[in-house]
């Protein structure tokens, strides 16, 4: 049954602490993406990465970092430095641009942080 | 830069009435562009996947149009159902600068009043 997970579903975080969310896809996709969504606004780009062992700064990137060692796996870490962390944060992958133009993307079910 | 625009924010139908949502983007050299359905509290569903030589792309009662010269498309529900309520996204990507990244629209929020 091939897919994207997230977990945890559910996320607290307190203050000046570190947290990692996860994210699996077992769809064999080159390219992952970390997004974040607040309410009332569209998905905004945290990070993406197009290729194992490299990934780039979306439009606010400040506050996260990632890190992308296996090509089934992409978490996030929000940061003591990420002053509004709480949101909800969605990953997606597809195949990597350049390889096949048909490339749809797919999202996990997200994982709702609040900071406690 | 690119930017993804979807109008209306919200809109608000009754049963069986056939609707037309939204969306423009800034440049046109796309590679292709996505429409997403969001359920409250949920991840994004793929609907439709046009790809930037396309017009159009049909699944059951959804088409989705693409005018990549104007920056435009369009998706249109036929016989609007209660369960088709929903938060409704697009998506394009590509864009000059924008490899890669897939450029999501605020979205349009449909009721479907039974």
């Known amino acids: 049954d091939g897919g994207i997970t997230q977990s945890p579903k559910y996320l607290f975080r307190k203050e000046g602490q570190n947290v990692t969310l996860s994210c699996e896809q077992n769809l064999n996709h080159d390219a992952m993406y970390w997004y974040r969504q607040d309410p009332g606004q569209g998905l905004r780009l945290i990070y993406y990465?197009?290729?194992?062992?490299?990934?780039q700064k979306g439009d606010i990137a400040e506050g996260y970092s990632v890190s992308r060692e296996k090509k089934e796996s992409f978490p996030l870490t929000v940061t003591s430095a990420q002053k509004n962390p709480t949101a909800f944060y969605l990953c997606?992958?597809?195949?990597?641009?350049?390889?096949?133009?048909?490339?749809?993307?797919?999202f996990g079910q997200g994982t709702r942080l609040t900071v406690v | 830069k690119q930017e993804v625009t979807q109008i209306p924010a919200a809109l608000s139908v009754p049963e069986g009435e056939n609707l037309v949502l939204n969306c423009s983007f800034t440049?046109?050299?796309?590679?292709?562009l996505q429409w997403f359905r969001q359920d409250p509290g949920k991840g994004l569903t793929s609907l439709l996947l046009i790809q930037s030589s396309q017009r159009e792309q049909t699944s059951g009662r959804l088409n989705a149009s693409l005018d990549k010269s104007s920056g435009r498309s369009t998706l249109y529900i036929a016989a609007s159902q209660p369960g088709d309520s929903a938060t409704y996204l697009c998506?394009?990507?590509?864009?000059?600068?924008?490899?890669?990244?897939?450029?999501f629209g605020q979205g349009t929020t449909l009721q479907v009043k039974p």
């Open positions: 990465s197009q290729i194992v062992n490299d990934f």
């Open positions: 440049d046109s050299a796309i590679y292709n």
């Open positions: 998506a394009v990507r590509g864009g000059s600068g924008n490899t890669g990244k897939l450029i």
């Open positions: 997606a992958s597809s195949i990597r641009q350049g390889v096949d133009m048909n490339t749809e993307a797919f």
